[in-house]
């Protein structure tokens, strides 16, 4: 990674960066810590999000956690159920939103072994497995990608029905995923819609109450919090284009890509959280009264920002915005 200057930058000087802010979520007063998994590149190169999350449970004492997302073909699923189960007995009460996906970027596909044209079946048989050894002392399972004797995990989840009540599949914002409709499951909304289009399409899904994913910069002027968001996110963007090429999974993925970044992300920040408290405040609202979401995750760090950069706008957020938010209720 390059920092602003065009100074390469360490991937352990990046990861003692995000562990930093990601300490700072609780002390300020925010509810919860998200992880995402990367793998094979710079762009991101998260890793495990259940092992992110482990991890950051035993440095926190009062935040729920969410992953965005975990990918589910690209690992045995009795692997992914014992994780969370060991992660949902060391939060001891904490909520833990399992956000899962059936992943995108054909370098990662490759690097796993998997045929991308195997995802779709393989995410649902690893859904069904998920749900079998979270809720069941024992199971069996006889699918085309796995088969599974009769088994238990160990150690049993503390809270079996709230994981499952919690897991959520990626939604772009646009069509509701088949398989969310299919397999029952609600929604982590990676996007920048405004309410009432998100409430449009929620239609298909009367109960949902989605979790949103945005990109946030709060500022002391709503100019600098635009041009913050238009030159970070345009970073952002550029790096998930140059892995967004053929033979990407989703088509559709790689074109929306590829336009955010042709336009340099302006107009996909406004859309965003950004510029002075105010106008974060307003934008929430919005969100707010038009799909009741039951999170908004926001990204504060994102392209090559620097370090003080998002820690300055998490702050500001946690001093100004955060009051006004909590007082909404749930």
Known sequence: MQNISGEAIADSRIYDEELALASLAEPLG??????????FSPYQMTGSALQQATFMAGRTSRVDFGTMVAVLPWHHPLH????????????????????????????EFAG???????????????????????????????GAFYKIP???????????????????????????????????????????SRGATYARRLR????????????AACTETDEEGRELMARHGAEFTARAGALASPPLLHVRVRRLVERIAADGFTPAAERQVCGSPQ??????????????????????????????AAEKSMRLFAEQVLPVVHAWGD
């Not at 969370?84 to 939103?97: E, H, P, T, W």
């Open 80 to 107: 992914v159920a014992t994780e969370v189960s060991v992660l949902d007995n060391m939060l001891a009460g904490r909520r833990l939103f399992l956000g899962i996906g059936q992943g995108a970027f054909a370098r």
């Open 30 to 39: 925010f509810d919860s810590i998200w992880t995402t998994s990367h793998y």
């Open 204 to 215: 298909q899904l009367p109960a949902s109450r989605p979790v949103l994913v945005m990109f």
């Open 279 to 308: 106008r974060c405040i307003a934008r929430l609202e919005e969100l707010h009264r038009a799909i009741h979401p039951k999170e908004i995750v926001l990204v504060f760090r994102f392209g090559a920002m620097p370090r003080a």
């Open 150 to 192: 009769e088994t238990s995990i160990r150690p049993r989840p503390r809270n079996p029905q709230q994981l499952l009540a919690d897991m959520r599949v990626v939604w772009n914002g646009a069509a509701i995923p088949p398989l969310a409709e299919e397999l029952g499951l609600d929604l982590l909304a990676f996007g920048s």
């Open 112 to 142: 796993f072994g998997i045929a991308p044209g195997e995802a779709a079946g393989r995410f649902r048989e690893s859904v069904e497995i998920l749900r079998l050894a979270l809720s069941r002392e024992s199971f069996s399972y006889d």
